[in-house]
């Protein structure tokens, strides 16, 4: 009996052991709202709709580390984006859409590979209305993304280096292998990006450019067809973050367009976005929130219309903090386009959007679950 009770002791010994050095965590995001939308498709019709994620993606995710010992870990982190409103896919076919990754973590800091976000997408949840708003409801207002501060801009087989904290200083390093064969240069991309962080105060910049996969009938492989810059910052006044951030993108390769009316923004080759914000704690429960985004872009025309053209969104909103976990929200958004498509409010431009140059007002009350 004695030799029975010391031999399910020690294997509750060797079973705890096991456990302190190796975790798995499951978590995740609902999110969803009552849209109502203005405007939107070819006859600018309003809409009531029963949205998912269009303040913070719905996720579920799973994350794990390893102790091998001597301070390095193994890790990995696998997350899908789903709709609550239906229970499918974000992105059709890809079940871990929004990061697949696994590395080790070290004094070094930490190296990860697989599918994930390059630095401009730290750089947004820090110092863009991203962080207020929800990346789909600014995406439009960003230059659908093409900065990539808004979340979803993600690289498959990529690898990323960050670097252990350094007196409040970290950086980043990108990678995103092209894997075609006899071209080296084709489908590449990189990146490099840092932040500092002291106290109240924070201030980051990124770069991430990238090359083309294929040959198309204007331009080759290997030739480099985005490079996006942002340089952000805030700082905590009291019961206020103040934020801001500049970004500007480059299209090396768009064509000038052959239409003489409104076009998409998205052919402009150059454009520069600045957003500008605050979250105001009123208690320690509420949040009032406002910010103005201003994207102004340069389009390459082969006859006669305006080549420089602007867009500009103004969002105001409370958030209502019910628990660490579970908040309820109202938000207002207003964007208004100048000699282009106005590019619509909520997820990716266009799809959701005027089929003209009309302004679009756009109002979401939701509430989203932690988990």
């Known amino acids: 009996m004695k030799k029975t009770v010391f031999a399910l002791a020690a294997l509750g010994v060797i079973s705890v052991s096991a456990q302190a050095q190796s975790s798995v965590t499951i978590y995740g995001i609902l999110d969803a709202s009552i849209t109502y939308t203005s405007k939107v498709g070819p006859q600018n019709n309003s809409r009531v709709s029963l949205d998912s994620g269009d303040l913070t993606t719905s996720r579920i995710g799973f994350k794990g580390v390893e102790d091998l010992g001597g301070g390095l870990k193994a890790l990995f982190q696998l997350e899908n984006g789903f709709n609550t409103n239906d229970g499918s896919l974000a992105t059709a076919n890809t079940l871990f859409d929004r990061k697949s990754v696994v590395g080790l973590s070290g004094d070094f800091g930490i190296v990860t590979i697989g599918r994930q976000t390059d630095f401009l997408d730290d750089l947004g949840s820090k110092y863009t209305s991203t962080q207020t708003f929800g990346g789909n409801g600014i995406k439009g207002a960003h230059f659908n993304n093409l900065d990539r501060v808004a979340g979803g801009a993600r690289t498959n087989s990529s690898i990323r280096y960050d670097s252990s904290n350094f007196s409040g200083f970290t950086g980043s390093l990108f990678y995103g ?112 929130l406002g910010s103005v985004i201003y994207d102004r872009a340069n389009i390459s025309r082969k006859t006669v219309g305006p080549t420089s053209v602007n867009t500009t969104q103004l969002n105001f909103g409370a958030d209502y903090y019910m628990s660490k976990r579970t908040d309820i929200y109202a938000l207002y958004s207003n964007q208004r386009a100048n000699d282009i498509k106005n590019p619509g409010v909520i997820n990716a431009a266009y799809s959701n959007a005027p089929a003209d140059d009309s302004s679009q007002n756009v109002l979401r009350v939701g509430i989203r679950r932690k988990f």
Not at 270 to 278: E, L, P, Q, R, S
């Open 177 to 288: 292998f092209g894997g075609v064969a006899g071209q080296a240069t084709a489908g590449q991309s990189f990146g490099i990006g840092g932040n500092y962080a002291n106290g109240p105060f924070g201030i980051g910049a990124a770069y991430f450019q990238t090359k083309l996969a294929a040959n198309t009938l204007t331009a080759e492989a290997g030739d480099t067809s985005l490079k996006t810059f942002t340089l952000g910052s805030s700082y905590q006044l009291g019961s206020a973050k103040i934020y801001g951030a500049w970004s500007q993108v480059k299209q090396p390769l768009a064509v000038a367009v052959a239409s003489i009316g409104l076009v998409n923004i998205t052919t402009a080759t150059k454009a520069n976005i600045f957003d500008v914000g605050v979250d105001y704690a009123l208690s320690g429960n509420l949040h009032l």
